[in-house]
Nanobody, 126 residues
Framework: QVQPVESGGGSVQAGGSLRLSCVASRISFSSSSVGWFRQAPGKEREEVGW???????RYAEFVKGRFTISEDKAANTLYLQMNNLQAEDTAIYYC????????????????????WGQGTQVTVSS
């Protein structure tokens, strides 16, 4: 089964940090775009950051330098380091990947994602 597995969520105070991990053992990072998404209560799922077709790491505007994506291709693992978390960052965070041979560009709509992890909850209290 091709399904990424996320871990690392939790509860933190505003200004705190968390590091999320996504293991995508059956997804080739060179043949797909892999990224992080989130869904807050009552809102649509949105992109947080992703790796595009040129292997560039891109971020949504709201990240504003607070979050950093890194990857370990040998381990098929994607990370999301989140610093200076705010209450509005509270959401379920998902790892997602496009299908083989398809990629994200300057945007990475959740509609483009073929494989989703189960999500990990991030709660930030002010």
């Amino acid at each position: 089964q091709v399904q990424p597995v996320e871990s690392g969520g939790g509860s933190v105070q505003a200004g705190g940090s968390l590091r999320l991990s996504c293991v995508a053992s059956r997804i080739s990072f060179s043949s797909s775009s892999v990224g992080w998404f989130r869904q807050a209560p009552g809102k649509e799922r949105e992109e947080v950051g992703w790796i595009d077709s040129y292997s560039n790491i891109r971020y949504a505007e709201f990240v504003k330098g607070r979050f950093t994506i890194s990857e370990d291709k040998a381990a098929n693992t994607l990370y999301l380091q989140m610093n200076n978390l705010q209450a509005e960052d509270t959401a379920i965070y998902y790892c997602g990947a496009t299908g083989p041979g398809t990629y994200c560009g300057s945007r990475c709509s959740p509609d483009n994602i073929n494989y989703w992890g189960q999500g990990t909850q991030v709660t930030v209290s002010s």
